[in-house]
């Protein structure tokens, strides 16, 4: 037995009733919950972690609010109860019935300018999400909560404190809440479990006026449960779209760009329009 295996058995030992497996690492099983979007869901292994952050990052038109409103729409679809943090007054409830969200089952919370609350406290808007997000993850009963950041500038977005996002994650864990920020960059840092980067590839076309759909990829980050997984469809070049049944999502597989790694990248096309 190697020396430094005994002097770790020693040591654990000797810790036992106070630190149980000091210095062994212990696994621990990570509850997720399916995007409906089935490459997406390869690629984290089952889904969106429970209790837990998620960011989904991404410039204009890179398929980050889809994503996530595929998500809610298969929890809604399931009767459970879900939120909109609506920062910029941003989301357009036609387009999250459209893909299958039962709006009876949303809350959306709508952050207004100061104009627009003459005689109430003017709150920048960014400050009323973040109070929203807060009284939602304390009063639990949410199976997903979405605070939608997508509008704020990211410097504005990383000057939220640390202790705030920290505060964020213990609520969720304790609630089994998943949340999930929606951004142009990360800033949820540490407390963050899952970071998504969304690109929009390519338009799919009808001749030369007629827009059918978008393409888009989605590159993973960082993921702090489960190792890394390969997404590989066997093929040599991009292959045609092929929709499947996750509700208003499809899917298609082919061979990445070479700047993105296959093994954190998945990719997924938005329903036709």
Same mark, same amino acid.
């Given at each position: 037995?190697? +020396?430094? !295996?005994?002097?770790?058995?020693? *040591?654990?030992?000797?810790?036992?009733?106070?630190?149980?497996?000091?210095?062994?690492?212990? $696994?621990?099983?990570?509850?997720?919950? %399916?995007?409906?979007? &089935?490459?997406?869901?390869?690629?984290?292994? @089952?889904?969106?972690?429970?209790?837990? *952050?998620?960011?989904?990052?991404?410039?204009?038109? $890179?398929?980050?609010? =889809? #994503?996530?409103?595929?998500?809610?729409?298969?929890?809604?679809?399931?009767?459970? #109860?879900?939120?909109?943090?609506?920062?910029?007054?941003?989301?357009?409830?036609?387009?999250?019935?459209?893909?299958?969200?039962?709006?009876?089952?949303?809350?959306?919370?709508?952050?207004?300018?100061?104009?627009?609350? +003459?005689?109430? !406290?003017?709150?920048?808007?960014?400050?009323?999400? *973040?109070?929203?997000?807060?009284?939602?993850?304390?009063? &639990?009963?949410?199976?997903? *909560?979405?605070?939608?950041?997508?509008?704020?500038?990211?410097?504005?977005?990383?000057?939220?404190?640390?202790?705030?996002?920290?505060?964020?994650?213990?609520? +969720?864990?304790? !609630?089994?809440?998943?949340?999930?920020?929606?951004?142009?960059?990360?800033?949820?840092?540490?407390?963050?479990?899952?970071?998504?980067?969304?690109?929009?590839?390519?338009?799919?076309?009808?001749?030369?006026?007629?827009?059918? &759909?978008? !393409?888009?990829?989605? +590159?993973?980050?960082?993921?702090?449960?489960?190792?890394?997984?390969?997404?590989? $469809?066997?093929?040599?070049? %991009?292959?045609?779209?092929?929709?499947?049944?996750?509700?208003?999502?499809? @899917?298609? =597989?082919?061979? %990445?760009?070479? $700047?993105?790694?296959?093994?954190?990248?998945?990719?997924?096309?938005?329903?036709?329009?």
């Amino acid at each position: 037995m190697p +020396a430094s !295996t005994l002097l770790r058995r020693q *040591i654990e030992r000797t810790l036992e009733r106070r630190f149980p497996a000091a210095l062994s690492p212990v $696994s621990r099983v990570v509850e997720t919950a %399916p995007t409906g979007i &089935g490459e997406v869901d390869d690629l984290l292994e @089952g889904g969106l972690a429970v209790g837990a *952050i998620t960011e989904f990052v991404g410039t204009e038109c $890179s398929g980050r609010t =889809s #994503l996530a409103l595929g998500f809610l729409a298969r929890l809604t679809g399931e009767d459970r #109860l879900c939120a909109w943090i609506d920062t910029d007054d941003r989301l357009d409830p036609e387009s999250a019935a459209a893909t299958g969200v039962a709006l009876r089952r949303l809350l959306w919370v709508r952050c207004r300018s100061a104009a627009a609350m +003459a005689n109430r !406290t003017p709150w920048p808007r960014l400050e009323q999400a *973040i109070r929203a997000t807060d009284l939602l993850l304390q009063a &639990g009963g949410f199976a997903a *909560i979405v605070l939608d950041l997508a509008g704020t500038a990211a410097e504005h977005s990383r000057r939220i404190p640390l202790a705030t996002w920290f505060r964020f994650r213990q609520a +969720a864990a304790r !609630t089994r809440c998943s949340l999930v920020v929606l951004g142009q960059a990360a800033c949820a840092q540490s407390s963050a479990a899952v970071v998504l980067e969304c690109v929009q590839l390519r338009p799919h076309t009808e001749g030369e006026t007629i827009l059918g &759909g978008f !393409t888009f990829m989605v +590159a993973r980050s960082l993921q702090r449960h489960g190792p890394a997984v390969c997404i590989s $469809s066997g093929m040599e070049e %991009p292959g045609p779209l092929t929709m499947d049944d996750s509700p208003g999502c499809g @899917g298609w =597989s082919g061979k %990445p760009p070479a $700047s993105v790694r296959p093994e954190t990248c998945a990719w997924y096309a938005e329903q036709s329009l």
